[in-house]
């Protein structure tokens, strides 16, 4: 097992894919409060002519709050896709081109090689989420005002780990269905985006995993039961498509040319 | 330690494995033979636990393949035809991963005995095919199986790595290990195995120790190249001599293989002189497992 997270480590490194994760969410994370500051005030002033910057704040509301909730919508809309497509081939790369052939006949187990993904890359993800959250806490803070106690937006970071976590085995179960890296992100998206739109649909948004971007956008002022009643069909759905993930392992057929 | 009974295997409707019934005993090196296509591959995978068949009954190592839920159950080490590994690892990362990082010394030893120790930090992604073989071959000897599978363990080699895989496999042999391994090159089978099977159509069409094999199929051929074009009248009559048992056409001239006639040589050469054909050498040879695998599979 050990050995196993080394590796998963050493490739979030060598590939590029903790760059490229850390990278994408910190450049939304500074970019979102530059925005709020800066170039939405400029545009709104080209369009609405004599209105004053000023006048303009007072008219949206615009500061510490406002700028980190617009980085947590970004998580959803923009975060997802980024997830999906640099790490689609996480597992379905892997079983195209046979790489796992030989560490399964070494005695590797499928339990292990899908709970050392989700356990690194989960890791990395909720890691990922936390310091991009405060990151956008504390710039915007820095342009604004410090308006908001940290506290929340830790907790606000964690729900957006564990909605990684969803997206993760979404990817690991798809890539074992799929088997192939950019049909698996397209199925990932679909999943992901197709649960959120049924779920406004029928009103169950909050049962649902991206509930928990909706519990994180209310910064502390949404109940812990609420919260509770979200995590928990979320953190089951993980459970449940690890699960299939592994029992599609169990019936691939391996060294397929 | 592998028993396979009438394995049957189809891919999109096309029959790959058609009845293929095998043994392999302990301790005997297993050379598996056959054409192109032949599915000595789709064999390998079965037998591995990679794959299943759609019917027939398979025993590789003490364990009913259908009955295990993965393949690391069947303890056994594997060489794929193509190893595929990490290109973003070292050679030693690899082995140490497989091992599970239990013993360095060991695999220090594994990659001496591959002759890879001078590239253990280099990256797989720059390593030639011939290097990648040799690490798939320590990956195989890295859980210390008694039963080791290799898929064209040779097929990517130079002619010197190909002689050392060749005395390693022949080493293996004396730490009592089973292999059983694919190859088209048949001098390596001929250098190497106790057993042949070959695989045509679908089935083991032979399955023999070697000895018994050359025994069965003694005889002598002829390696004659000729001046000019070798005209089809001529090969017709030198194929209705009674000693001739087949031939075939070579770049180099004409190879026939004889009954073992001591009259043999004097047939074929009054044949040519009958044709009024220029010789430009005759040579005679003992019957190779090359004329034998030629005859069994047809491929004249």
Redesign the interface.
Known sequence: M???M??EW??AI??GRLVVLLGSFLFLAISTPLMYKFVLPMILESQLGQVSGQDLATMINMGQRESTQSYIGDVFEIGSIVVAFSLCGLLAQEIS???L??????????GEVIGTKMLVFGLILSLVQCISTFATYVYSGLLFSFELDPGPVIISGILQGVYMLFLLSCILMWGVSVKRPIPTGFATLATVYGMHFLGSIFNMEKYLPSGLLIEANKMGSGSILQIAGTILPTVVLIVLMTLAAVARM?GL???E? | MIMARNIHKSFGGKKVLNGVNMNVREGEIYGFIGQNGAGK?TTL?IL?G???PDGGYCRVNGKDTSLI????DL????L?E?????P??TAW?TL??????KDSEKVLDLLCMVGLEKHAEGRIGGFSRGMKQRL?IA??L??DSKLLILDEPSSALDPEGRAQVLDLILSLKGTGRTIIFSTHILSDVERVCDTVGILRDGVVAVEKPIRELKRLNDGWVYVISLEGKVEKELLGKIRGLDCVVDLWEREEGIRVKTNGSSLASLELMGALVENQVKVETFIKERSSLEEIFLQEVSFK
């Open positions: 050990r050995s196993s080394a590796k050493t490739y060598r590939s081109e046979n790489t052939v030989i560490p399964l006949c070494s005695g590797k187990r499928y169990k057929t391996w060294n040319r | 591959t995978n591995a990679l794959s299943r839920g993965h393949p690391g303890k056994i080490g594997y794929p193509e190893p595929r590994f990490y973003w690892m990362e140490e991963y497989l091992m599970e990082g798939g990956a195989a890295s859980r």
